[in-house]
T-cell receptor, first 112, second 112 residues
Framework: DAGVIQSPRHEVTEMGQEVTLRCKPISGHNSLFWYRQTMMRGLELLIYFNNNVPIDDSGMPEDRFSAKMPNASFSTLKIQPSEPRDSAVYFC??????????FGEGSRLTVL | QKEVEQNSGPLSVPEGAIASLNCTYSDRVSQSFFWYRQYSGKSPELIMSIYSNGDKEDGRFTAQLNKASQYVSLLIRDSQPSDSATYLCAVNTGGGADGLTFGKGTHLIIQP
């Protein structure tokens, strides 16, 4: 299996622009998670989906952030408008029935 | 609010010695506990999971859990330079595929 696939790996954008991060979970996994990692705050859970349904989005920082999972093999995390404080590494991870959590390589976002 | 606390380090250990990493958690109903290793610029990878009180050994790694004290530890025997990384403690309160709460990690340096 190719593992969890994220794109883009690196994104540099200007404040106010829309950013869309993409994730393809491991085939057969039914849970998908979006995390954000910074030096100051560590790994923070933003939102997770079970069977494509958002279960808990309490970690989403504010209304500028939104996430969708239209089908079992694809999810997006969108930031609109982006701000410099959104600069971080965003990880997508997937699992099957609460088993081992597999992470993608991450998307490093820099907002200027 | 669920909290997972770790000493950020760096923890410096001579090659061949035992490295001891510690973690405390705040939520008493936590059921599942994990140790992830993260190399610089890479994604976290699972190295150990533990669910019941006591010790669990896997090769050079031993995880220890004490639910009464809300304490988890990871021992690395015969430390190697390749063990140099950040070690993240993660806790899951639910039995299902709820998101993991991560500590900020301990930076471990194995000195040759």
């Amino acid at each position: 299996d190719a593992g969890v696939i994220q794109s883009p790996r690196h994104e540099v954008t200007e404040m106010g622009q829309e950013v869309t991060l993409r994730c393809k979970p491991i085939s057969g996994h039914n849970s998908l998670f979006w995390y954000r990692q910074t030096m100051m705050r560590g790994l923070e859970l933003l939102i997770y989906f079970n069977n494509n349904v958002p279960i808990d989005d309490s970690g989403m920082p504010e209304d500028r952030f939104s996430a969708k999972m239209p089908n079992a093999s694809f999810s997006t995390l969108k930031i609109q408008p982006s701000e410099p404080r959104d600069s971080a590494v965003y990880f997508c991870a997937s699992t099957w029935l609460g088993g081992e959590l597999f992470f993608g390589e991450g998307s490093r976002l820099t907002v200027l | 609010q669920k909290e997972v606390e770790q000493n950020s380090g760096p923890l410096s250990v001579p090659e061949g010695a035992i490295a001891s990493l510690n973690c405390t958690y705040s939520d008493r109903v936590s059921q599942s506990f994990f140790w992830y290793r993260q190399y610089s610029g890479k994604s976290p990878e699972l190295i150990m999971s533990i669910y019941s009180n006591g010790d669990k050994e896997d090769g050079r790694f031993t995880a220890q859990l004490n639910k009464a004290s809300q304490y988890v530890s990871l021992l690395i025997r015969d430390s190697q330079p390749s063990d140099s990384a950040t070690y993240l403690c993660a806790v899951n309160t639910g039995g299902g595929a709820d998101g993991l709460t991560f500590g900020k990690g301990t930076h471990l340096i194995i000195q040759p």
